[in-house]
T-cell receptor
Framework: DAKTTQPPSMDCAEGRAANLPCNHS???????VYWYRQIHSQGPQYIIH???NNETNEMASLIITEDRKSSTLILPHATLRDTAVYYC?????????????FGQGTELSVKP | DVKVTQSSRYLVKRTGEKVFLECVQD?????MFWYRQDPGLGLRLIYF???????EKGDIPEGYSVSREKKERFSLILESTSTNQTSMYLC?????????????FGPGTRLTVL
């Protein structure tokens, strides 16, 4: 079972920041927060992951609250190509053979 | 960048035909996975492999088999397809070292069984 809760859908204007929230109130100490996205009819794409510190890469930033019970994925300047379903997942950092469990995700629509 | 490729993007088969889906990764990853994705059911793990010639059943292995003869290739075989195997099939790979085992996915194969 997915251990995260996300809003089913969000809209964002092109060029603006998209802030996607995720609640993971039962996260345990050895679990990381991962974000993937899936553009329609394509395979999931890894975005970013983190434990407790904020993380940034070329795609996005990840802000994790101090109690680690929630996080926000930030796409700083959303484009039409960022329209996708975004999945927030919690899992141990190293879990050989461990399957990914995707919840329902947030369908982000970036509009011109 | 990690590159995971799958042999076909779209396939249409008739019931009872054999299907061979191949996945290749170029990052020297030890772990490879086959999932299927269906609306409302999310990702479901069929099989995974953590080394050449090694395989482990996932949650729904019935009706499928796999082969891992080389480290970079992981094949999914449907010996005799049925209509309930119509689905999106996704291959993934990950590193098995001491760091993150982030899974990277291929583009997917959408299989339709008539």
């Amino acid at each position: 079972d997915a251990k995260t809760t996300q809003p089913p859908s969000m809209d964002c204007a092109e060029g603006r920041a998209a802030n996607l929230p995720c609640n993971h109130s039962t996260i345990s100490g050895n679990e990381y927060v991962y974000w993937y996205r899936q553009i329609h009819s394509q395979g999931p794409q890894y975005i970013i992951h983190g434990l407790k510190n904020n993380e940034t890469n070329e795609m996005a930033s990840l802000i994790i609250t101090e109690d680690r019970k929630s996080s926000t994925l930030i796409l700083p300047h959303a484009t039409l190509r960022d329209t996708a379903v975004y999945y927030c997942i919690v899992r141990p950092l190293y879990n050989q053979g461990g399957k990914l469990i995707f919840g329902q995700g947030t369908e982000l629509s970036v509009k011109p | 960048d990690v590159k995971v490729t799958q042999s076909s993007r779209y396939l249409v088969k008739r019931t009872g035909e054999k299907v061979f889906l191949e996945c290749v990764q170029d990052m020297d990853h030890e772990n490879m996975f086959w999932y299927r994705q269906d609306p409302g059911l999310g990702l479901r793990l069929i099989y995974f492999s953590y080394d050449v010639k090694m395989k482990e059943k996932g949650d729904i292995p019935e009706g499928y088999s796999v082969s891992r003869e080389k480290k970079e290739r992981f094949s999914l075989i449907l010996e005799s397809t049925s209509t309930n195997q119509t689905s999106m099939y996704l291959c993934a790979s990950s590193f098995a070292g001491g760091g993150s085992d982030t899974q990277y996915f291929g583009p997917g194969t959408r299989l339709t069984v008539l």
